[in-house]
Nanobody, 115 residues
Framework: QVQLVESGGGLVQPGGSARLSCAASRNSISFYTMGWYRQAPGKQRELVAA???????NYTESVKGRFTISRDNTKGTVYLQMNSLKPEDTAVYFC?????????WGRGTQVTVSS
């Protein structure tokens, strides 16, 4: 069982930056694939970025070159650095931990990109 707590959301102006953090209840997330998902109003939840236990990353096309996912296994924390934010990035962002087909989710943090 892994509990995940996201932080770092809020209101950001278009073109601005924000960094999301996801703190796990246990430091031993090194075996987990960690990911960030988002869900905008009226839309399905979508994968934004993921990082494997080996450090391999993948991103949805719309955020490539703007977002960076990273992890610090010693702190049990995963980050999502978001730059050049656009209004269409507005969503609730969820942290995910996956291991052997089991998924654990945080409660989400709201990111609103608006002037």
């Amino acid at each position: 069982q892994v509990q995940l707590v996201e932080s770092g959301g809020g209101l950001v102006q278009p073109g601005g930056s924000a960094r999301l953090s996801c703190a796990a209840s246990r430091n031993s997330i090194s075996f987990y694939t960690m990911g960030w998902y988002r869900q905008a109003p009226g839309k399905q939840r979508e994968l934004v970025a993921a990082i494997t236990n080996g450090g391999n990353t993948n991103y949805t096309e719309s955020v490539k070159g703007r977002f960076t996912i990273s992890r610090d296994n010693t702190k049990g924390t995963v980050y999502l650095q978001m730059n050049s934010l656009k209004p269409e990035d507005t969503a609730v962002y969820f942290c995910n931990a996956r291991l052997y087909g089991f998924d654990f989710w945080g409660r989400g943090t709201q990111v609103t990109v608006s002037s």
